[in-house]
């Protein structure tokens, strides 16, 4: 069975640290990676996707993929209290659903 | 460009009602997924169409359903409802299946169904 495991959390962090976001998946065959934030009460939000192994920035994020470990992470720098939510990791493979993991959620204290 | 859009966006049914949820996907995208998000199992792929036809299929039983029509549009239905299908039901629209290449999927609003 296809699976995307994210440590559920809370992790917490101060405001203006790193936040590393962390996911593994089983699925050798998975060629594109998501990240989506969610607020609570909220849908799903796109952060960033990344479909070649090494780093991928956008802005305060980077995403870092590493497919020989099935290994995809996200780093927020200087976190900001609104950065507080639950980070969703997906994975897929073209044709096929996304499959996501259950979320880890991020607490940034002022 | 406007988002996804679902409605309604609350539902209250009782046990053994059905219910059809409707969603239209971002103008231009033509496929359009379903999920089931709860608490306890997380975002859970319900079925993927793109014109008009079922692509790919979760596993859940017979009693979710869905359809897509030639303007893209997307319902789902749930027929012979149990307590535990109270969760929030997301509606995502991508351009193609399956995210082919480099497309991403973007998701709605959601329709939070509670079933008593």
């Known amino acids: 069975q296809k699976e995307v495991e994210q440590n559920s959390g809370p992790l917490s962090v101060p405001e203006g640290a790193i936040a590393s976001l962390n996911c593994t998946y089983s699925?050798?065959?998975?060629?594109?990676f998501f990240w989506y934030r969610q607020y609570s009460g909220k849908s799903p939000e796109l952060i960033m996707f990344?479909?070649?192994?090494g780093d991928k920035e956008d802005g305060r994020f980077t995403a870092q993929l590493n497919k020989a470990s099935q290994y995809v992470s996200l780093l927020i720098r200087d976190s900001q209290p609104s950065d507080s939510a639950t980070y969703l990791c997906?994975?897929?493979?073209?044709?096929?659903?996304?499959?996501f993991g259950k979320g880890t959620t991020l607490s940034v204290s002022s | 460009k406007a988002g996804v859009t679902q409605t309604p966006r609350y539902l209250i049914k009782t046990r053994g009602q059905q219910v059809t949820l409707s969603c239209s996907p971002i103008?231009?995208?033509?496929?359009v997924s379903w999920y089931q998000q709860t608490p306890g199992q997380g975002l859970q792929f319900l079925f993927e169409?793109?014109?008009?036809?079922?692509?790919n299929k979760g596993n859940f039983p017979g009693r979710f359903s869905g359809r897509q029509f030639s303007n893209s549009r997307s319902e789902m239905n749930v027929s012979t409802l149990e307590l535990g299908d109270s969760a929030l039901y997301l509606c995502?629209?991508?351009?193609?299946?399956?995210?082919?290449?480099?497309?991403?999927?973007?998701f709605g609003p959601g329709t939070r169904l509670t079933v008593l």
């Open positions: 990344i479909y070649s192994n």
């Open positions: 997906a994975a897929n493979q073209a044709g096929t659903a996304l499959i």
């Open positions: 103008s231009g995208h033509r496929s």
């Open positions: 169409y793109f014109s008009e036809t079922q692509r």
């Open positions: 995502a629209s991508s351009l193609v299946p399956g995210l082919a290449g480099t497309d991403t999927q973007y």
């Open positions: 699925d050798r065959g998975s060629q594109s």
